[in-house]
């Protein structure tokens, strides 16, 4: 085996899926906030988009099955609010696959100045600001419930946090 | 620093959030709307989830862990103000409580994002964004229902008066307040309750709605020393059937 890189790692890690958005890797999602490579030992550092995310033992889990197979012999995870999620951790890559799989992707930090941009989110199917918010919860902590005007529909938003 | 003062300050802000989450929890197929039904029990899930992290804290300076902390102690070793404990009762009365203790919660933890102990400022920095998602649903739905009909304003200004008094006990002195101030750990419970009367004032101006006078009310206190209401036992009690019936299931 060659020797671990932390750029192997988080290429191993884009296979690991947020367990309640399954085309969405903890990668792209901004959830992994360290990883460090000893020899043939890893530890990651992880932060919860919410701190009462109950994904987070699965998500756990995936890290070590994945970096198990691999061959990783030792996986150490730590849960740390040291760096804390935020809704800009999402990556680029990662928004494109939250509007594919039809929620709506957070407006960046720059705009959530005032929680009043949830009034009018764009919607993920037409693109169109005629929306308007349904319920600042929805069926997961992390997301909320809107409505478009122009498809008359009700859609999904992942939250700026 | 004082361990002690700081374990207790960890207590009684995580008993509150895992005594209201569960209260929350409670509407969870019963809302006055679907809508309310997923706020409530999305907003409990968030408050038993934030006391989880507190007492992972708690665990990490040798106290029990999380799950034997919240399931195998009785009423009077928990350190949450009574107003938490208190039954739902009507929509009226638990809007009412939603709307004075998450104001009062998210100024604390936006002081305690300043704290001198790291692990409590980290996590508090944390909490206080998501927090935004609690005080936003609670003052629009005070407003609103504040400024509707004959029926929605007496309704909360009933339960407004009824729960003040509970309310002011949220701020019940702690035994270490001047080690906590001292060291930087915590502004303290007058300090917050200063800015929570500011902005419960700013939000209740914009309704029909009338605050009491506060000079004239006493706290009920008691609950930060494990003084309860005869509410909170048969809350643990249910709270922690499942766990009772086997504490080493694996879940």
Not at chain 1, 137 to 146: A, M, N, Q
Not at chain 2, 92 to 120: C, G, K
Request: net charge negative; glycine share 6%; proline share 5%.
């Amino acid at each position: 085996m060659t020797a671990l890189s932390s750029s192997m790692i988080y290429h191993w890690l884009e296979d690991v899926k947020d367990p309640e958005i399954p085309v969405l890797s903890l990668v792209d999602l901004g959830v992994i906030t360290e990883v460090n490579v000893e020899g043939s030992d890893v530890k990651i550092v992880m932060t919860p988009t919410f701190v009462g995310c109950p994904a987070l033992d699965l998500m756990k889990s995936g890290i070590t099955e994945v970096l198990k197979s691999k061959g990783v012999e030792k996986v150490d995870i730590e849960v740390s609010y040291r760096k804390p999620w935020h809704s800009d951790l999402i990556s680029d890559k990662g928004r494109q696959a939250l509007k594919q799989f039809g929620l709506a992707p957070p407006p960046s930090g720059e705009l959530f100045t005032d929680l009043d941009v949830l009034e009018h989110v764009p919607c993920p199917r037409c693109n169109g600001t005629d929306t308007e918010l349904k319920n600042a919860f929805g069926p997961t902590l992390c997301r909320s419930i809107h409505y478009c005007n122009t498809c008359h529909e009700a859609f999904e938003q992942f939250k700026p946090l | 620093m004082n361990a002690l003062a700081i374990k207790e300050l960890l207590y009684k802000i995580a008993d509150d959030q895992l005594i209201i989450g569960h209260r929350n929890s409670e509407w969870t197929g019963f809302g006055p709307l679907l809508e309310e039904d997923i706020a409530f029990s999305s907003m409990a899930q968030d408050k038993v989830g934030q006391s989880q992290a507190l007492y992972t804290i708690l665990h990490s300076m040798g106290e029990q862990d999380p799950d034997t902390i919240a399931f195998t102690r009785n009423a009077a070793q928990f350190h949450n103000c009574i107003f938490v404990e208190l039954p739902n009762g009507e929509y009226d009365f638990s809007l009412i409580r939603h709307f004075l203790y998450d104001t009062a919660v998210a100024f604390r933890f936006e002081m305690l994002s300043a704290s001198s102990f790291q692990p409590l400022a980290e996590l508090s920095n944390k909490i206080r964004g998501e927090l935004k998602y609690h005080t936003l649903h609670a003052n629009t739905w005070v407003k609103q229902l504040g400024s509707a009909t004959e029926e929605s304003i007496a309704r909360l200004q009933q339960s407004l008066v009824y729960a003040m008094p509970y309310a002011l006990g949220m701020f019940e002195p702690s035994a270490f307040e001047q080690e906590l101030i001292a060291d930087g750990v915590f502004e303290g419970e007058a300090a917050l309750r200063e800015q929570w009367i500011k902005r419960i004032e700013a939000i209740i101006a914009q309704t029909s709605l009338r605050l009491p006078d506060l000079r004239t009310i006493t706290a009920i206190q008691g609950g930060r020393v494990g003084k309860h209401s005869e509410h909170l036992q048969p809350l643990l009690d249910e709270m922690s059937e499942v766990f009772r019936i086997d504490p080493t299931a694996e879940w």
